[in-house]
């Protein structure tokens, strides 16, 4: 049997286990799940709080109908489509959508305010690292939902056309179109703005600090992405950005985040829900 085939099969078993009602094999789903949900979550609403709360309830849908996976496609993506629905339509606005933000208007907001000499402050690396994260999130929102995560799917998660279209319920055809233009958005704003994907762009994260805290956009005091916890054995952030470098484009730009964990207090509530005695599949 070969590695994907054993895959699946151990798949199957542990969902089979899980739906007989194993709260071992409920909470290695759970593991297993949490930190990539975590991570389309947090693309999607920006925020980490945001991204915890929309985390926790896909979860819980997902553990829901677990007894409707039938192997269609593996398990994680099978919970992406799970997740995407759900966070679709969300009838919370990140501000971004709220103020209907475009990625023009955006990027005449990085030249207000742009710094002609680096940050040199305290933790200077880390608030441009900071910056580089929370703006990379922030631009995600000035699309629209739809093309948001379809660029999330394929070029961030790097999925395929055929199971990227699955999750979100079109023809791959019509995944592929989405996501170009997408792309052709994104990359096209990213060439003229950004000095990571073209050096020869106005934009430098580290000359964007001062403005940055004095709009409240970071907290130098808790910055809440350069530090966020992230998954046993996941890229840190320093890892994420020498990706981005020995890649050098506009997807890995917005690629390079490290490989964020869910926080756990979230996942401890999902926990005594299991042992609830009030789940549905425990029931």
């Not at 950004?194 to 910055?223: E, K, M, T």
Request: include cysteine; glycine fraction near 6%; proline fraction near 5%.
């Amino acid at each position: 049997m070969g590695t994907e085939a054993k895959g699946e099969a151990e798949e199957r078993v542990l969902v089979e286990r899980a739906v007989a009602g194993d709260r071992d094999a409920l909470a290695e789903v759970v593991r297993l799940l949490r930190d990539p949900l975590y991570r389309l979550a947090l693309r999607m609403v920006w925020r980490p709080a945001e991204a915890e709360d929309a985390t926790q309830e896909i979860l819980l849908r997902v553990l829901g109908h677990l007894d409707t996976w039938r192997a269609e496609a593996k398990l994680l993506t099978w919970a992406y489509r799970v997740g995407v629905n759900y966070l679709l339509n969300l009838k919370r606005q990140t501000p971004q959508e709220a103020a209907q933000l475009s990625l023009d208007a955006f990027r005449d907001g990085l030249a207000d305010g742009l710094a002609e000499a680096d940050y040199r402050g305290p933790e200077a690396t880390l608030l441009a690292d900071e910056v580089r994260l929370a703006c990379s999130q922030a631009m995600l929102q000035c699309l629209a939902r739809d093309e948001r995560v379809a660029f999330v799917l394929g070029d961030v998660f790097e999925l395929n056309s055929t199971d990227a279209a699955w999750v979100l319920d079109i023809t791959p055809a019509a995944y592929r179109k989405r996501l170009q233009r997408a792309k052709k958005r994104l990359g096209s704003f990213l060439t003229a703005t950004c000095g990571l994907a073209n050096p020869d762009a106005f934009c430098r994260c580290s000359r964007r600090v001062g403005a940055a805290v004095a709009q409240g956009r970071i907290d130098p005091h808790a910055p809440s992405l350069a530090r966020h916890p992230i998954s046993p054995g996941g890229r840190t952030v320093a890892q994420a950005e020498q990706q981005m470098i020995r890649l050098h484009d506009a997807a890995a730009v917005l690629r390079a985040h490290p490989d964020y964990a869910a926080p756990q207090a979230k996942m401890d509530a999902i926990a005594g829900l299991l042992h609830s005695g009030r789940f549905p599949l425990l029931s």
